[in-house]
């Protein structure tokens, strides 16, 4: 079955930098585009990033272009998330979700909590 | 990229139908029909309940039902059950390879 497993979070300090994983198992994962989406606490979702099926292109939400960075390393059939200059709004869960049907999110993992803090 | 706007809540008792609103714009939600409608229980990933405006994935439930008109989409869940209750959360595709979620719905079972 589809699982997808975050991990790298944690508590980190203003300006550091921070570089997420979410390894996949159960389906082609080279075959797939690969979202990262973010939840601060109590809030709404945000969509952060998106990366094509071979890693050709990137997108970003404009809150985290030229902050974060998604790559992914089809070989390990794993996605990444660098992040870089953190502050304190960043602070939130993130999930890696599998590009479905057109635009939607069909496989999501459970999240990493990272929280931005001196 | 401004969010979709939905309701903070909405409620009914159970077997009631309920409908959530997300409104957008011509750009995002008027321009395509790539509307998804995702369900959240406290601490938990969200889960894709509709996708394509009207698609269900297999296994999600026949009384999930999802509609759009102009630049606002709904997601309709009738028989309502205690499980339902959660947070919904609808996503359109935007400009440029963009996604932009809608602000969250909480749906409470009388």
């Known amino acids: 079955q589809v699982q997808l497993m975050e991990s790298g979070g944690g508590v980190v300090q203003p300006g550091r930098s921070l570089r997420l994983s979410c390894e996949a198992s159960?389906?082609?994962?080279?075959?797939?585009?690969m979202h990262w989406v973010r939840q601060a606490p109590g809030k709404g979702l945000e969509w952060v990033a998106l990366?094509?099926?071979?890693?050709?292109?990137?997108y970003y939400a404009d809150s985290v272009k030229g902050q974060f960075t998604i790559s992914r390393d089809n070989s390990r059939t794993t996605l990444y998330l660098q992040m870089n200059s953190l502050r304190e709004e960043d602070t939130a869960v993130y999930y890696c979700g599998r590009g479905g049907e057109a635009w939607s999110f069909d496989f999501w993992g459970q999240g990493t909590l990272v929280t931005v803090s001196s | 990229q401004s969010a979709l706007t939905q309701p903070a809540s909405v409620s009914g008792s159970p077997g009631q139908s309920i409908t959530i609103s997300c409104t957008g714009t011509s750009s995002d939600v008027g321009g395509f029909n790539y509307v998804s409608w995702y369900q959240q229980h406290p601490g938990k990933a969200p889960k894709l309940m509709i996708y394509d405006v009207t698609n269900r994935p297999s296994g999600v439930s026949n009384r999930f039902s999802g509609s759009k008109s102009d630049n606002t989409a709904s997601l309709t869940i009738s028989g309502l059950q205690a499980e339902d209750e959660a947070d919904y959360y609808c996503?359109?595709?935007?400009?440029?390879?963009?996604?932009?979620f809608g602000g969250g719905t909480k749906v409470t079972v009388l």
């Open positions: 159960g389906f082609t994962f080279s075959s797939y585009g």
């Open positions: 996503m359109s595709y935007s400009r440029s390879s963009t996604v932009v």
């Open positions: 990366i094509s099926y071979d890693g050709g292109q990137e």
